[in-house]
């Protein structure tokens, strides 16, 4: 189990060694598990060569306005396919779920194409409205809105609310766990995507971290400290957020249906 | 409006955001992509109708062979690997251990980790001039190994880092069904005489169903669409070693800009992709209609 621990925990702690090694001691050869001499001379080349913080404002507006999205229309939706009866109901269920194994690679020349046609290409929208198109939170929240007693329901339509009172009323202030997983899935996934933003995004100023990180990699080709430095930027934010969040998340999981 | 035609309306108003979402940016272009696949075409303008030549030209491309063989062996590699070493380490943990929080934290840790730094880590550990392999070799008196110019050993480092990604959520899941278990089941088994092989080949992973069969499709349909670590970690090299499909579609389509030939891969990649989830559907329904 330990070995486990020190498999995982390894390549982050070489990363973050790299990262902080001076650009000499890296070229020098020679083997040594810490650096010689900390520095932050690394992360200073990165920020002076390359709009990192306009990169990372990026990551953050796409990843929120695309989680956002997502929670609001699968919330409906869960809502719509757990409790409304309407005609078609089944077959519409089916079909979004079916997209679940509908990958976007498989889809990106048509995805290209269309986005072009909108004349989406190279606009955050781009990255957001394709990336919101998920149907694994519908899922998620239909399994989760289902153990929403049925008499909750009744009680209020005989009171006279409206379907939308409901919603908002009783659904969404029961449904805190489920956004909080949901809200937090679509977060890593966004922040994390890379194949599509690539496809999508074309200047240099709307790249998301990802994206970035690959371009600075190319520009600055065996410079592992200033890459090193730069990915350790990427990844710290997702881990602390998901340190500090894992325990629910576990729960979140073990709850929303997957047994 | 009768009450059951407001329900109805409600239901069809709160599902359409997310049905347009997916109409518009699934199914449409999944649509689209089909009928580029008949087309000769570089993205920009319109395209030429070619009918079935790109279907043709898949046919007898070598490289596109090289592509599929590369991703079966990906699935079949990575797949049973992740999940044995998933229940491995969930049958651990869930076992009585000092600092099982913490140990669970940073076994799920690659979670949060992105593809591309995934990749990149696996580049600074398997490099060849002077990644940790490397250099702990050297030191060590040990052979040096071609991470990057020997196709196999590629193939193996980026198998490696897909395990280091992908084993912590197998044993998520596997955690979460083991502790869905009673107690009784094994005490009964204990007093029948099984020794714990047997209560764990007997009791554990039959109960432990449900999650294998939906790891097994996860993981495969994750392989089938592996992208970000080898695109970043080999590029589909050396000589083609490493390429799979999707890599294989992303530089037809969007480096040599053949745009119809691209579109013809992921269709292929589609139907694979549907006949064997479809087939394992469809064993999973016989085995639990014969028990």
Known sequence: MLLAAVVILFPLYWMAVVAFSSRSSLSGGGFRLWPEQTTLDNFRRVFDSFPVLTWFGNSLAIALVTSVIIVLVNLLAGYAFAHLRFPGSGVLLLVALSTLMLPVQVIMVGLFRLVTDLGLYGSYWAVILPTAASAFGVFLARQFILTIPRELIEAARIDGASHLQIFWRIVLPLSRPLIAVLFFMSMLQTWNDFAWPLIALRENALYTLPVGLLFLQGQFGPDFGATMAFALITVAPMVLVFLLAQRWFVQGFSRSGLR | ?291
């Not at chain 2, 651990?92 to 840790?109: E, F, H, M, Q, T």
């Not at chain 2, 050993?153 to 198998?159: C, D, E, I, K, Q």
């Not at chain 2, 080999?234 to 000589?239: A, I, K, L, M």
């Open chain 2, 1 to 291: 409006m009768t009450a059951r035609a407001r329900e109805a309306l409600a239901g069809y108003s709160f599902a359409a955001p997310t049905l347009l979402l997916l109409g518009v940016f699934v199914l449409l272009p999944l649509g689209g992509a089909m009928a580029i696949s008949l087309q000769e075409t570089n993205g920009f303008g319109e395209g030429t109708f070619v009918g079935l030549d790109n279907y043709r030209r898949l046919v007898q491309d070598p490289v596109f062979w090289r592509a599929t063989v590369n991703t079966a062996l990906y699935t079949v590699l990575v797949t049973p690997a992740a999940m044995a070493i998933g229940l491995g380490l969930a049958l651990l943990l869930n076992s009585a251990l000092p600092a099982r929080g913490l140990l669970r934290s940073v076994l799920i840790l690659p979670m949060a980790i992105s593809g591309v730094a995934t990749a990149l880590m696996g580049v600074l550990i398997f490099d060849e001039n002077s990644g940790f392999l490397t250099e702990a070799a050297r030191v060590l008196g040990l052979p040096q190994i071609d991470w990057q110019t020997h196709g196999p050993a590629a193939f193996a480092s980026v198998v490696i880092m897909t395990l280091w990604w992908r084993v912590g959520f197998n044993m998520l899941i596997y955690l979460a069904g083991l502790q869905g278990i009673s107690h009784e089941l094994h005490e009964a088994a204990r007093l029948d005489g099984a020794n714990s092989w047997q209560r764990l080949l007997h009791v554990t992973v039959p109960q432990l169903k449900p999650q294998s069969f939906f790891l097994v499709i996860l993981n495969i349909i994750y392989s089938f669409q592996v992208f970000d670590i080898v695109f970043v970690m080999t590029g589909g090299g050396p000589e083609r070693a490493t390429t799979v499909l999707v890599t294989y579609a992303y530089d037809t389509g969007f480096v040599t800009r053949d745009q119809g030939y691209a579109a013809a891969i992921g269709v292929v990649l589609l139907a694979v992709t549907l006949v064997v989830t479809g087939l394992r559907w469809r064993a999973e329904r016989r085995r639990e209609e014969t028990e």
